[in-house]
């Protein structure tokens, strides 16, 4: 009976370590099709207060409801491209961090291509704010 029972908690021992290392810290890769402000100026008023100033960060953003998910980005290179491109919408790519089965936070992976991180490494450092920006009460889950 005690083999059964040793067998039964090494067994049950296992199974929980191997479900807690692979929900640990997990990154899961998320894509959106996003309009483009590179003037600062998103439908629901400026973002940032150097929207004023010729450093307006470029402003992505995407309609989830009445309300908007968005990212705004300093990085000069970026945003030069973007403008000679004269494209509405992008390919936005972000890295969704989760840790033991919740997700927390999230950054920028990609814009239309630009590759800025991949997963915790940093590829292009740049400086970044976003969040949602509410019509009603809700969460929207961004990014």
Known sequence: MSRV???TIVLLSLIVVSVIGCN???VSVRRYEM???LDGKAPWG???PEATSAHAPTVLYRKVGESYCYTAIQLPSLRDRLEREGK??????????THLGYEGRYT???VDGVVLANGNRILQKTEE???QALAGNEDLGCP
């Open 46 to 48: 400026l973002v940032g």
């Open 5 to 7: 029972l040793c067998a």
């Open 35 to 37: 309009n483009v402000a």
């Open 88 to 97: 509405p919408y992008v390919t936005v790519e972000y890295n969704v961090f």
């Open 108 to 110: 920028l992976r990609s």
């Open 24 to 26: 640990w810290n997990r």
């Open 129 to 131: 704010s976003g969040g």
